[in-house]
Structure formats: C-alpha cells, structure tokens
C-alpha cells in the first residue's frame, strides 16, 4: 500500500486491550499497518506480546526472502515500501471509521510458502473495505527456512503457528475495530489458499474462523513429501539459529537446487509438515476434514488459464507455432494442480455435510488470459498492476477498480452470509 509515514492522514488513537494503537485515517478509512500480534525467536513458536503502545503507521516487514524473478520481472516495485526483517509476526487492519459489528476477512498471502508480504501494495483491501463495509486483516507470516522446515533446532510449521497467533489476536482485538469476532473468513491465493485450507481442518482453529474461501491452492503438492523433506533436513545440517540470514537464505537456494528432482512438488518444497503441530497426520487429515465441514462454508476455486503464468504467450514470431502446444500445456498443468485437487476437497467437504461451492475465475484481463493470480488486481486494485499482462493494456485503475467491484461484493457477500455467490458472466463461474 503506497501510504507510507509521513502522508496526509490523520492520526487516531484506537484503544485496545493490547494497549493504544496509533493508526492513521484518510477518506472514510482506519488503516493500522504493522501491529505486533506475537514475538519470536528464530525457530521457536510465537508467543503472545506484551501490552503496549504501538504507532501503527509502517507497513509491515517481509520475512526475508529470496528473489522470484518471474515474479520480480511482473511486479518489480512489490516490496519498494516494505523492508525485510526476521521480526515480521504482524498484521494490518484496513476498517472504515466508526464501523461496528462488520464482517472480518483474514488475508494470507501466496508466493510458494517462500515469498511475500501481508502489507505489499499489491495487497491493498482499500476498494473491498471502503465499498463493502468489510474489515480485512493482513497477515505476514514466516516463510522459507525461517518458518517451513522441521528439524532437530527448528520447530516444524512456525509459519502456521504464525497465522493462529494472529488468529487469536483478531479474535481478542478486532471488535474496537469495528469487526465481529464471531464472523472471521480465512481467505488466500496459492499457498496462502494452501495454507488457509489447511488450517480450515487444525483443531488450532476451532472457533478461530468461520467461513474460508480459497484461491488457486495447489493443494496436491504438500502432500506425501517426506523423502522430500528428508533430503531438505541433511542439506540443512549444520545451520544454526545464530546464522546470519545471508547463510540461512544461501542454504535455502541450495535446498531449492536440490529438490528439483523431485518434480512439480520441487516447485514448492517449503509449506505444511503434516502431523506436526498445527496439523494433523496424512493419515488423519480426511477424518480432521470431515469433523469441521458442517461448521464451516467453503468457497474454492481456482482460475481458467492458471498456468498460463508459468508458461505465459510467446507472443508474435517463428515460436507462435507453437501456440496450441503451450494451450495444451497450460490446460493439462492447471488441470493436475488446481482443478483436481480443489474438486476433491470440494467433494469431501459436501460428503461431510458441509457446504462448499466451487468457482473458476473466467476474468481475461490481459494478454496472459485468466492466469494464475488474474484475480488480485479484482479483489486488490492498485497502480502495480497497471501495465502487466494480467490487466488490459491502457486500463485506468479507476476502471480497474470499477471492473473489479462485482466480484468484490460477492466474496464480501459469503464473508457475511456463507451464502454461494452467483455467476457473474465473463468474470466468475459458480458450480455448486
């Protein structure tokens, strides 16, 4: 969000049981950037901080990370406002002023358990806020080494515990917000969705959440990975905790190197290590499934083209001919990882006795179609997507943002009610 210190908003003082918490207001909007909801020491679990007075007008750090280019190459001024820093157990909360009793949506973000931040502009609920009369809360949790990889020194899923420390905070605190802890939706994209599916079945989470919508989850690929993992565990000997992060970041590019041989789950080798707390084993996750699908409405999906990020239009020359090649490549591989998993969770969950509705986001903004992450510039408009191929080119955000307002309203909608969405034609395709 490109709101940093020193802008033109007004400064309040919201009083809560953590202590008083100075945020800043502008246009209608409470915005609270930066709030410590835990503390901890570097592969240890989160602990609750001490009460205090917190000046919440910085973005959140990022976990420190490692580059992606494809990534970097899409959105090169992603994290321009955001520093990187170990201590990075915070969350954001955007609410309209003076709000009450308003729904609450908890924002995970994506990039493979190993990139991102909860506060990237990207990332900015202002248009889902202000139009919806929603408050989102954004998560930034620990990520790559720091967070994802069990082991003699190091507390296995840090990441998780991470987003229920924040989940029992939103549920202490997000009332002089103007949220309703009894109305809490789990939302995010890719291995934010992963990881919102995931947690959706911990006994962590019991009472913590109520609704859960998921977004373009490989949810396959943190499965069966414990030779994976095994190979990770050795070529981590040896690092300690007092490692400066250049060496912990250095043994995460080798680790990534070293997997690739294990395929498409080398493509994600950090994320959730089942039967480790918070989760349950593998053998136990459909049981763990089926004992919360009546208490919680589901919404999952995943986009039309979504591989088409991974192998995105080669555009004019000798290698369009190649072109019905890549659409079949992109059909198979977004078949294989997002739509056969997410119906098959859906399918669980209805069996359970839960409600789930499966979407597909059909939105082909720009030159790369209905790709992987087409529908963050919908949900989170902002200037940083302007000018990329996942929107038109010459759109203006203020037609960006008008294009964006009726799938806004229809997760807002199940945020409030757990109510399937209509379709929305040309954008949202509903299956229920």
Not at 368 to 385: I, K, Q, R, V
Request: aromatic share 6%.
């Amino acid at each position: 969000m490109r709101t940093g210190p020193d802008d033109d908003a007004e400064r309040v003082v919201i009083r809560s049981a953590a202590g008083p918490i100075t945020a800043r207001l502008r246009h209608g909007l409470i915005r609270a950037t930066g709030i410590p909801y835990a503390g901890a020491a570097r592969w240890q679990r989160p602990v609750a901080v001490a009460t205090g007075s917190y000046r919440a007008t910085r973005p959140a750090p990022a976990c420190p990370q490692l580059p992606i280019p494809r990534l970097d190459a899409l959105l090169p001024a992603a994290f321009a406002d955001l520093g990187f820093d170990e201590a990075c157990l915070n969350l954001s909360v955007t609410a309209p002023a003076a709000a009450a009793g308003l729904p609450v949506m908890v924002w995970l973000h994506g990039g493979s358990y190993e990139s991102g931040a909860g506060d990237m502009a990207v990332f900015d609920p202002a248009a889902l806020v202000a139009e919806q009369q929603v408050v989102v809360v954004a998560v930034t949790y620990r990520l790559g080494l720091f967070g994802w990889l069990g082991g003699p020194e190091r507390a296995a899923n840090l990441g998780a515990q991470d987003v229920v420390a924040a989940l029992h905070w939103v549920r202490d605190h997000i009332a002089v917000f103007g949220g309703d802890p009894g109305c809490v939706t789990l939302f995010g994209q890719s291995s934010g969705g992963d990881l919102a599916a995931r947690l959706m079945v911990s006994d962590a989470t019991r009472g913590l959440l109520h609704r859960v919508i998921v977004q373009s989850a490989p949810l396959a690929l943190s499965r069966r990975t414990g030779r994976m993992r095994a190979v990770m565990r050795r070529g981590a000997e040896g690092l300690t905790a007092a490692a400066p992060i250049r060496e912990v970041l250095e043994c995460q590019a080798t680790l990534r190197r070293a997997v690739r041989r294990f395929g498409l789950a080398g493509q994600m080798p950090f994320g959730p290590e089942f039967g480790a707390d918070p989760f349950p084993s593998e053998a136990d996750l459909a049981a763990a499934h089926a004992a919360i699908a009546a208490e919680i409405p589901l919404l999952i999906g995943h986009t039309r083209d979504e591989a088409a990020l991974f192998l995105p239009p080669v555009g004019a020359g000798p290698g369009r001919l190649a072109e019905p090649l890549r659409r079949m490549g992109v059909r198979a591989l977004g078949h294989r990882l997002y739509r056969r998993p997410a119906d098959g969770f859906a399918a669980h969950h209805r069996h359970a006795g839960g409600q789930a509705t499966r979407f597909r986001i059909d939105w082909s903004g720009g030159e790369w179609g209905a790709a992987h992450l087409a529908e963050l510039p919908l949900l989170f408009p902002g200037p940083d997507w302007l000018g990329t191929p996942l929107v038109p080119q010459g759109m203006t955000l203020k037609a960006l943002t008008r294009a964006g307002a009726p799938l806004r309203r229809a997760w807002a909608d199940f945020a409030r009610t757990g109510r399937a969405p209509d379709d929305l034609p040309g954008m949202l395709r509903i299956d229920s």
